[in-house]
């Protein structure tokens, strides 16, 4: 933490500031003075960094207090010696799916935004694993606008979400909305989602954290990235370090899409964290026809993989029907990845 007085503050103001700072520090070495430009700057290292800025900010003499220390200390890339990452990816590993999303293996999750029933989930595994997918995504407890849309069919969705997995032997990624459902999904889900409205719910975010299946965080759709890192934090302090991002697109002033996909985020994440990340392009454009573009420029851009809705029959489908592909698109998109991951050197 760095404060820096006023040039006019007094100097029994300043020795108040020093006095405080050096009683709130544990020895007096961490905290060091310097003039600058005729004003002092107190900077307080070691302990003095848990001591909150807000204390000094209400002192008089003062003019800014700067809080040196980072929100996402486990998820910043600062972590390169952390025993989970490696030069500076952390890898997180889903052993049902034989993959690990970080390694430079494109992953992609397909699936219908709801589980439905089990034909439908059971006919959409087979044909997203043949065609390459990793994961087979689909929501049980669905997280929507209005309260009298389709809430998912829950436990039960949960249950033919684990035939479809057994019986097609691929992973499984789905949405746990409350603290109480974490254990229960973490049950039979590879990967527990944790969606863009409750990107702020810090018990479901600690609750994700005290398990040990990955978790995908998707950003809150009027996230920063401070506020999207700080929430991994919430995940990765509680010892779970097995997090992926998800970006899905945020609120603009645009209205030709659902959302605005957030493509350049990819680059700022790579500096600035460990964690693989993934893009949404389905909730990110709200069209099915925008979808295929913005999953090559994902690939493109350097993402660790995809989360993308398909459904057996789009027209039918009981949530986010208009932006599901259908299998035949979806297989065409799964060619046309491979052909630029090829290019690129990078395997699906
Ligand atoms: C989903 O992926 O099922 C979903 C509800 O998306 P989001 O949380 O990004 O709106
Ligand atoms: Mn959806």
Aim: hydrophobic letters at 45%.
């Amino acid at each position: 933490m760095r404060i820096l007085l006023s040039p006019d503050a007094t100097a029994r103001e300043a020795g108040e500031v020093l006095r405080l700072a050096r009683e709130a520090a544990d020895r007096p070495d961490e905290v060091s003075v310097e003039t600058r430009d005729g004003r002092m700057l107190i900077s307080m290292t070691a302990n003095g960094e848990s001591v909150d800025p807000a204390m000094f900010e209400r002192l008089a003499g003062v003019e800014t207090v700067e809080d040196a220390r980072p929100i996402y200390r486990l998820a910043g890339i600062d972590q390169l010696e952390a025993e989970h990452a490696v030069r500076g990816r952390t890898l997180v590993e889903v052993p049902y799916a034989g993959v690990t999303i970080g390694s430079g293996q494109f992953v992609v999750m397909a699936g219908p935004c709801a589980v439905e029933n089990d034909q439908d989930i059971l006919a959409t595994a087979r044909r997203v694993r043949r065609a390459g997918a990793r994961i087979l995504r689909g929501g049980a407890f669905k997280p929507r606008t209005s309260p009298y849309s389709f809430q998912g069919t829950g436990i039960e969705g949960l249950e033919m979400l684990a035939r479809a997995r057994e019986e097609v032997g691929i992973a499984v990624v789905t949405e746990a909305m409350e603290p109480a459902a974490v254990e229960m999904v973490g049950e039979i889900a590879d990967i527990i989602q944790i969606g863009s409205r409750n990107m702020h719910n810090y018990p479901l975010l600690r609750a994700a954290g005290r398990q040990n299946k990955p978790v995908l965080l998707k950003r809150g759709m009027s996230a920063t990235l401070e506020e999207w890192l700080g929430a991994a934090e919430y995940i990765l302090n509680e010892g779970n370090p097995n997090v992926v991002l998800c970006e899905r697109g945020i609120r603009t002033f645009s209205r030709h899409s659902r959302h605005t996909l957030d493509i350049g985020v990819i680059p700022v994440l790579r500096e600035r964290t460990t964690l693989p990340v993934i893009i949404d392009p389905s909730h990110a454009t709200g069209a099915a026809g925008r979808v295929p573009s913005m999953a090559m420029a994902a690939l493109a851009a350097g993402a660790d993989g995809l989360l993308i809705e398909v459904h057996p029959e789009p027209d039918r489908a009981l949530s986010d029907g208009f932006q599901a592909l259908s299998f035949e698109i979806f297989d065409a998109l799964m060619s046309d990845l491979g052909r630029i991951a090829a290019a690129v050197g990078r395997e699906i």
